[in-house]
Nanobody, 125 residues
Framework: QVQLVESGGGLVQAGGSLRLSCTAS????????MGWFRQAPGKEREFVAA????????YYADSVKGRFTISRDNAKNTVSLQMNSLRPEDTAVYYC??????????????????WGQGTQVTVSS
């Protein structure tokens, strides 16, 4: 079992920045790939970014590439999402999740087995 708790959401103006964090407890954090997904009202949950267990490479949705950066610290059991140049369309509940699958599946929500409760990000225009 892995417990995930997100923090860092909030309200920001367009063009601003936020940093989300996700702290894990339970099973060995470094065994898992970690991802961030988001869900806006009336829309399906969508992939945002993911990082391998080693932290060696990040994977991004086209919509956030160049603006968001995912990172992890296995010593602290945390994964972070630095979000810059935020846009109103980034408004959503953001979830972190863990997966035992390989990088080929990082953008597929149902390949993740543990999820956090989510944190709201609101970007005003």
């Amino acid at each position: 079992q892995v417990q995930l708790v997100e923090s860092g959401g909030g309200l920001v103006q367009a063009g601003g920045s936020l940093r989300l964090s996700c702290t894990a407890s339970g099973r060995t954090f470094s065994n898992y790939g970690m991802g961030w997904f988001r869900q806006a009202p009336g829309k399906e949950r969508e992939f945002v970014a993911a990082i391998s267990w080693s932290g060696g490479y990040g994977y991004y949705a086209d919509s956030v590439k160049g603006r968001f950066t995912i990172s992890r610290d296995n010593a602290k059991n945390t994964v972070s999402l630095q979000m810059n140049s935020l846009r109103p369309e980034d408004t959503a509940v953001y979830y972190c999740a863990s997966t035992m699958y390989s990088e080929s599946y990082y953008d597929i929500a149902h390949r993740y087995n543990y999820w956090g409760q989510g944190t709201q990000v609101t970007v005003s225009s």
